[in-house]
């Protein structure tokens, strides 16, 4: 390959003084003392999320404590990088939620394996699963960084409801038994 | 121009195409056959057609004639015969073909027919498919998305019925998701002749219900699960245990009788979660028993083997088959083989028999059959073992002559693939006298009393052969892996022949099939890989003769009940 020698040009007397060089460096310097900081003392401070921010995945409740999820397993379906793993469940016919019929018996999200794409918060069809705030998971065992359904309900707590399709359909047969439309 | 039909062919026109079907063929069936789906809820191939789901309406015509001279009207724009098409569609199941008869199946009429069905069905079906099982396979899920709106017109409150009822045993009911196609009460009444399934009350009342005080408890209640449409009808042993979507499917075979019933094992991850009947027009229709399907328990049961163990103690499968080796070359050896075995298993236990001089048995497992789709003999390969020359006489319940020959000290090993000697008539007097070789899945008399024993696998761990009571051979295929410490059957038989001394047999069903083909005259044309899924018929003429205890069942009929309806006519 060719060598292209380049001609340096000297510097002019004021450079070698190196004179506008410090001044200049130092306005900045002055300037930021007197601003106000952008450190944040992470993690004594936290930033501010914004709307729509996609941290770790979580299960809610509904504002009446039932557990949303019904382990359609769509969420397990649909997780790129395969984090979630669940074990469906049949609700018994003496639980007050028995007309749902089905809930998760276990429900895992590995963290180590989540993307944070937020897929299973978009496919849920029953709006069970929430990225919510959290973006922190810190842990010392592979084990302890697999979320498993109580904790998953603990970081996820109960968000409002705009349907309450199971309440709906509860009520609707409450008042068939009693003489309402069938 | 419609070419000339052959016999008992009729030439029909479908979507512009022309094809030839066998007289009787209904336009669903006929459009399937030019890979046109036509959609449909209440029809089902193997049952009577009752029309009621209207889904499958097509647009029909018939060749116009002039009604005085009964001669052909030819169209002037097209020069060819006019065609008559009826204004309003018809449904595609309740109409059989007739010739020169044309079709449409995607015209916009059949369009706006289908969507207008479509959205009747859903005013009423509840918003379940989060939890309910048949979700992934549900042809309501299925049209909707081809013929749904995607949004609901109804504002008015959606029908309550019942939920959760058991109908039986294994069948879990929701009425409400119910789309009142009736299949489940035709299948009862004209398959399972146990009609016990019907519709109650009128309207938006109508409610699939059994008879009062009666249950769907026979032993096909759970094909009115395979057949219904949507998901009314559940299977209580599969409700909420996996959704379908995750599952693998491999072709198997029934092995509870000598049916030969076509299965699917689906499964995940190494776990079987359900099995379900594989169409096979030759042998099972669409349908299997209830008691076949709960036969994948036997995988992951307790009681599996999985130690090799010699005299007792846990061992390696080298040292234990070394031990084999020595206990088979000392001679005296006598053979019980299995009609649960695969026919290679056979074969490869034959060669052993033929090294070691040893006398084939096998043991005999009779029932009562049901007429359908269980048979009276309850091995599902007995046949393969007379066709690979294991043995050559049917098989007894109880191995008398081999007791005989073990209290007169001629027998010094047993060796025994699968069957429990002890069930087969031999007390634990005379299995002391024996030194007995297990090779097997389960534990049982014979392994608490077997010198060594040699885990190996499950059908459903293995592939192989079966051949059937029509001396049809059908594949079946590894669906799950085996569990650790069993080794599968063909590589302990192979190891054992060759420590023999005589030859190392291929120890994998692909290789070793050409060594079958070649020592076997009934399999001589054939390899593994080229018998299709739906089997293959083979040569019977050897065996013709045998006094087989199978009665008739559905696609099978005794050679004594056929010799009698020919001298009959």
Avoid at chain 1, 44 to 72: F, M, W
Avoid at chain 2, 184 to 197: G, H, T, W
Avoid at chain 2, 466 to 471: A, C, L, R
Avoid at chain 2, 520 to 549: C, E, H, Q, R
């Amino acid at each position: 390959m060719a060598t292209i020698t380049v001609e340096r040009k000297p510097l002019s007397f004021l450079e070698r003084t190196y004179i506008p060089n410090i001044v200049a460096g130092l306005t900045t310097t002055f300037k930021r003392m007197i601003k106000p900081t952008e450190t944040l003392q992470y993690p004594e401070q936290r930033p501010a999320i914004p709307l729509g921010y996609r941290g770790v995945p979580t299960l809610v409740n509904d504002p009446h404590g039932r557990e949303k999820c019904v382990s359609c397993q769509l969420c397990e379906f649909v997780c790129p990088p395969k984090a979630i793993r669940i074990t469906p469940g049949e609700i018994a016919d003496d639980e007050p939620n028995a007309h749902v019929e089905k809930r998760p018996k276990a429900f895992e999200i590995d963290m180590l394996r989540c993307i944070y794409c937020g897929l299973c918060q978009e496919v849920c069809p029953e709006e069970a699963i929430f990225l919510q705030n959290q973006y922190s998971m810190t842990g010392f065992t592979r084990a302890e960084m697999v979320n498993d359904k109580d904790r998953l309900y603990e970081l996820g707590g109960t968000l409002p409801d705009q349907h309450y399709k199971w309440d709906k359909k509860k009520s609707a047969a409450e008042a068939a038994s009693h003489g309402g439309h069938h | 121009m419609i070419a000339a039909p052959k016999p008992d062919l009729v030439t029909v026109n479908i979507d512009g195409v022309d094809i030839s079907v066998p007289k009787g063929t209904n336009v669903i069936e006929a459009a399937k056959l030019l890979q046109k789906d036509v959609p449909h809820y209440c029809y089902h191939p193997k049952l009577s057609v009752a029309g009621n789901c209207r889904m499958c309406m097509i647009e029909m015509g018939t060749p116009a004639f002039d009604p005085a001279t009964k001669a052909p009207v030819t169209d002037p724009a097209t020069g060819k015969q006019k065609i008559n098409w009826i204004p309003r569609p018809q449904i595609g199941c309740g109409t059989t073909v007739s010739p020169g008869l044309h079709v449409k199946t995607s015209s916009s009429m059949v369009k706006d027919a289908r969507e207008g069905v479509m959205e009747f069905l859903l005013i009423n079906h509840p918003l379940d498919c989060p939890i309910c099982d048949q979700a992934g396979e549900c042809k309501l899920q299925e049209q909707a998305t081809g013929y749904g709106r995607g949004y609901s017109r109804f504002i008015e409150e959606k029908n309550v019925k019942p939920k959760r009822t058991q109908l039986g045993p294994r069948v879990t009911l929701d009425d409400e998701r119910c789309i009142l196609c009736s299949r489940c009460v035709r299948f009862s009444k004209e398959i399972a002749n146990d009609d016990v399934l019907g519709f109650v009350d009128r309207g938006s009342y109508s409610t699939l219900t059994c008879h009062p005080g009666k249950k769907l408890e026979n032993n096909y209640s759970l094909n009115t699960v395979d057949i219904c449409p949507v998901g009314a009808l559940t299977s209580t042993d599969f409700r909420f245990k996996m959704r379908v979507w995750f599952l693998k499917q491999t072709n198997t075979v029934d092995i509870e009788s000598s049916v030969g019933v076509n299965a699917v094992v689906w499964s995940r991850e190494g776990t079987i979660y359900r099995l379900t009947p594989r169409r096979n027009d030759e042998v099972n229709d669409t349908w299997m028993p209830d008691s076949g399907r709960i036969l994948y328990k036997q995988v992951a049961a307790t009681d599996r083997l999985t130690a090799v163990k010699l005299n007792g103690s846990d061992t390696s499968l080298d040292i234990a088959l070394h031990a084999a080796a020595a206990l088979l070359k000392a001679g005296s050896v006598s053979i019980v083989g299995s009609g649960r075995a695969s026919v290679e298993e056979q074969f490869l236990l034959k060669q052993l028999a033929t090294a070691t001089g040893a006398q084939g048995h096998l043991v005999a497992r009779t029932a009562s059959g049901d007429k359908l789709l269980i048979s009276a003999d309850r091995n599902p390969n007995v046949r393969g073992a007379l066709v690979t020359g294991l043995i050559s006489q049917l098989p007894c319940a109880e191995l008398k002559q081999l007791s005989r020959d073990i209290d007169e000290g001629k027998i010094k090993t047993v060796v025994s693939h699968g069957e429990d000697l002890h069930a087969a008539g031999l007390t634990a007097a005379l299995l002391a006298k024996v030194a007995v070789i297990y090779i097997g899945t389960h534990a049982n008399a014979t392994s608490a009393a077997a010198n060594i024993i040699l885990p190996t696998l499950h059908t459903f761990e293995k592939a192989g052969t079966f051949v059937n009571q029509q001396f049809r051979i059908q594949k079946f295929y590894a669906a799950v892996p085996a569990p650790q410490g069993a080794t599968n059957d063909l590589v302990v038989l192979a190891k054992l022949v060759a420590s023999t001394g005589t030859h190392t047999p291929a120890s994998e069903v692909h290789a070793l099939w050409p060594a079958i083909a070649a020592a076997v005259p009934a399999l001589a044309t054939m390899l593994y890989k080229n018998i299709p899924d739906t089997g293959l018929l083979l040569d019977a003429t050897p065996w013709v003769g045998l006094p087989f205890v199978e009665g008739e069942t559905l696609h099978y009929k005794p050679a004594a009940a056929i010799a009698a309806e020919a001298a009959r006519s």
